[in-house]
């Protein structure tokens, strides 16, 4: 069925795309962006419907390139449907699911079945990425090209980085010539070994194992050498230390097709925030040293990360209600990606218009999607941010079927107030009339 028109009014527009943020006005007309006018007033058309922004920020939806959803095989931790109502509330319109499911999403079949399942029970764009190699073994490669024509946007083996230097050689070969977009999970996991947390003082304090920062440089180091070698585009899906910053500005700064993620949890967090042994910050990567969340910081305000990602990896209370040492990696982002990496704003240490481009337009150009910015002719996937709004995060609240957030409790300031995919109200919070 058609939809009405939809007027957008007096609202704080930002184009992340074009480096724009102005008050201003938008139409949206059968799921795109009909008319945009910076400044100046728009003439409602008859029968349209009429939303007063109050002076809030309107952006592009937010693109989360790393989302982990159970569905296939794990419904018990989250499922298309409650991923894409937690997106919805956190501003997110498009989100990028692994393969990691049961099955793997490895063949046309799974990726044909997450679209048609996505389209039934999701409320924002899925966008599957397909597997590496079979089963994620890290030895027989995936069909690259059936997969992309099913409709994988990308490849990768999800929370399992491909040890194997010959295959992931033989991937990167194959990705070039479908000039499809590898998207490796940079840690090297004889490096990572039985470690559960970063290594250094905190760690010893704890009494824990702990992950040195070579885990993930030294898989880097290799996997940049092997894109010098094949020319084909490579994404480090997160990084969370000053050297991968160094190992990223080389490779980009010798033109290699190279780009990079960090988490927000990284962004904003340290180990510090493990405390007594908080299981719903245990990660991969781990939470590292306050210096080397700096570093992020200060790379992406550079331009050298690329992408915020939430790294949402829903568990259930089994896999984290235990000792820290074996408690499984993951927690909740994707609902609170939005107001996580907006701290980095109100401290001062990025602009908005700088994070919201890491948020919509950069994984926009990434993944060749034709969102992520304010233009005519461009989907109405919108986002509407207030972004003074205080509260304290209640994980029960979360839309999530799992809790384990490592915000649980804190303070928070700014979130979606209304979310539009396609031109259709997907989220609107009860505060906003």
Excluded at 48 to 67: F, N, Q, Y
Aim: hydrophobic letters at 45%; charged letters at 25%; one cysteine or more.
């Amino acid at each position: 069925m058609s939809q009405p028109p939809l007027l957008l009014t007096n609202a704080t527009l930002c184009d992340p795309a074009a480096g724009r943020q102005a008050p201003g006005h938008v139409l949206v007309r059968e799921g795109r962006i009909a008319d945009i006018a910076w400044g100046a007033a728009l003439v409602a058309p008859e029968g349209a419907e009429t939303i007063d922004c109050a002076g809030h920020v309107l952006s592009p939806g937010l693109i989360d390139m790393r989302a982990f959803v159970g569905e296939p095989g794990a419904e018990h931790r989250e499922t298309l449907a409650s991923a894409s109502a937690a997106a919805a509330a956190g501003g997110v319109t498009t989100l990028v699911c692994m393969p990691d499911t049961n099955p793997v999403i490895d063949g046309p079949a799974i990726v044909d079945f997450v679209l048609r399942r996505a389209r039934d029970t999701a409320c924002v764009h899925v966008l599957p990425a397909a597997a590496i190699t079979k089963g994620l073994a890290g030895r027989e490669m995936t069909e690259f090209g059936l997969l992309q024509e099913a409709g994988a946007v990308a490849f990768t083996d999800g929370l399992k980085a491909v040890a194997n230097a010959q295959v992931l050689r033989r991937a990167l070969t194959y990705a070039r010539d479908f000039d499809a977009l590898i998207m490796q999970h940079v840690e090297e996991p004889d490096l990572v070994g039985e470690g559960v947390m970063n290594e250094g003082e905190m760690a010893s304090r704890l009494g824990l194992l702990g992950i040195p920062r070579e885990a993930e440089t030294v898989m880097l180091e290799r996997d940049i050498r092997l894109v010098r070698l094949t020319g084909a585009r490579y994404h480090a899906a997160m990084i969370s230390c000053a050297d991968s910053v160094e190992i990223v500005r080389r490779a980009k700064a010798d033109g290699l097709p190279v780009t990079c993620g960090a988490s927000v949890n990284n962004l904003v967090l340290n180990e510090g925030d493990i405390g007594h042994y908080r299981t719903f910050c245990r990660l991969s990567p781990p939470l590292r040293h306050e210096t080397d969340r700096l570093a992020l910081v200060a790379a992406l305000n550079e331009g050298v990360v690329d992408v915020i990602v939430s790294d949402h990896n829903p568990q259930d209370v089994e896999t984290k209600r235990l000792p820290f040492a074996e408690a499984a990696d993951g927690a909740l982002g994707i609902e609170t990606l939005l107001g996580a990496a907006l701290r980095l704003v109100h401290t001062g240490d990025i602009a908005l218009p700088r994070l919201l481009t890491a948020l919509t337009a950069h994984p926009a150009k990434i993944l060749g999607r034709e969102a992520g910015r304010l233009a005519l002719g461009a989907p109405a996937d919108l986002t509407l941010i207030d972004l003074d709004v205080p509260y304290v995060l209640d994980k029960r609240r979360l839309k999530s079927r799992s809790k384990n957030s490592p915000f649980d409790e804190a303070r928070l300031q700014g979130a979606a107030m209304l979310t539009l995919v396609g031109g259709r109200i997907v989220f609107r919070d009860r505060s906003f009339a």
